[in-house]
């Protein structure tokens, strides 16, 4: 409320992104539309607890009686039937509101819009091409994954957004593109899109495969991953060049709910960076273990940036 009443006698354009917008411009307009001068005056709430009412100055004495007739108020609305309290109602001098499945928005959030208006056609998309399907979308750990490509180059974010649906400079596109006339690959004739890229056979793809899982796995190693942890993902990172080959047997049984949540993603997701939230858990309570005081969180989005970074390579 504090920063509401400051931000409310600035003299500086209000932005709809604000914090507290709603609030700050109804007292912007309440303000105008009033015949008299307001001056900025905050008094802490609820002095009464810890002093005596004579000890109180004029403002703190005003206030307790302003909460004293509000508190009043709310009683006869309910007793009537009358009190109608959303989460975020809508202030009297309110000019306009937006809202989101009936709640009043306090501010725009562009990015909150933005999932809004794109994520459900996104999601159609997804399900359309068979990228994320709908229990996949539930147990993947989202926020983790998006501090993950926050922190990526430019170039490497761009790079992956295209990868995850295919669109790279493999013979499929080329073809599409009218730079060639044939998708076969260069090397053995099969048809070659992003997940062949991953799956070829020749010996080169080979090598460069078991040295970038090797040096993912050293990795693991240095930011104390848990061995069962580790265990699984390199089983499931396996499925990117043999599909179905992960199995779930030689997985413990400590870490077989996060192992299938995984494998409901599927290994090449993985591979993309969509790990399941399942992993946090189980990280955390190794790190706990083992008395380190390390962030699982950071732990965490590191993670798929080693994970994006293999796939790159390899397409390289």
């Known amino acids: ?20 917008f709603d609030l700050v411009s109804s007292i912007w307009e309440a303000i105008f539309r009033s015949s008299v001068s307001w001056f900025p005056q905050h008094v ?9 009412f004579d000890e109180l100055s004029w403002w703190e004495k005003r206030n307790l009686e302003v909460d004293g007739i509000a508190v009043e108020y709310r009683k006869e609305l309910e007793a009537t039937h009358h009190l109608i309290a959303p989460s975020n109602p809508r202030f009297f001098t309110d000019l ?5 499945a009936d709640t009043k928005q306090s501010r725009l959030d562009p990015q909150f819009i933005q999932e809004c208006v794109t994520l459900p056609s996104l ?10 399907t709908s229990e996949a979308e539930s147990v993947i750990a989202w926020d983790i994954l998006g501090r993950a490509m926050r922190s990526l180059p430019a170039g490497l974010q761009r790079w992956s957004t295209k990868h995850c649906v295919g669109m790279c400079e493999t013979s499929k596109f080329k073809v599409l593109w009218g730079l060639e006339t044939s ?11 992003h997940l062949h890229v991953l799956r070829c056979r020749a010996a080169s793809t080979t090598a460069e495969w078991d040295r970038r899982t090797a040096a993912f796995s050293a990795w693991m190693d240095l930011h104390l991953t848990g ?8 089983q499931l990172l396996q499925g ?14 400590l870490v077989r709910p996060a192992f299938l949540a995984q494998l409901a993603i599927g290994s090449q997701g993985l591979l993309e960076g969509r790990i399941t939230s399942h992993w946090l858990s189980l990280q955390q309570q190794y790190f706990d273990e083992n008395r380190s005081r390390r962030s699982v969180s950071l732990w965490a989005s ?8 293999i796939c790159f390579y390899m397409g390289e």
């Open 1 to 20: 409320m504090l920063s509401a009443i400051e931000m409310a006698f600035e003299d500086r354009p209000l932005s709809p992104t604000d914090a507290q």
């Open 44 to 52: 802490y709430g609820r002095l009464d607890k810890f002093n005596l």
């Open 96 to 100: 306009a509101a937006l809202y989101v």
């Open 123 to 132: 999601r159609a998309r997804w399900r359309d091409k068979g990228v994320i």
């Open 183 to 193: 998708a076969a690959g260069p090397r053995f004739g099969n048809f070659e899109d």
């Open 227 to 234: 061995p069962s942890i580790k265990h699984a993902i390199l």
């Open 240 to 253: 990117v060049r043999e599909p179905n080959s992960p199995s779930i047997q030689t997985v413990p049984s």
């Open 302 to 309: 590191r993670l798929p940036q080693q994970l994006i970074s």
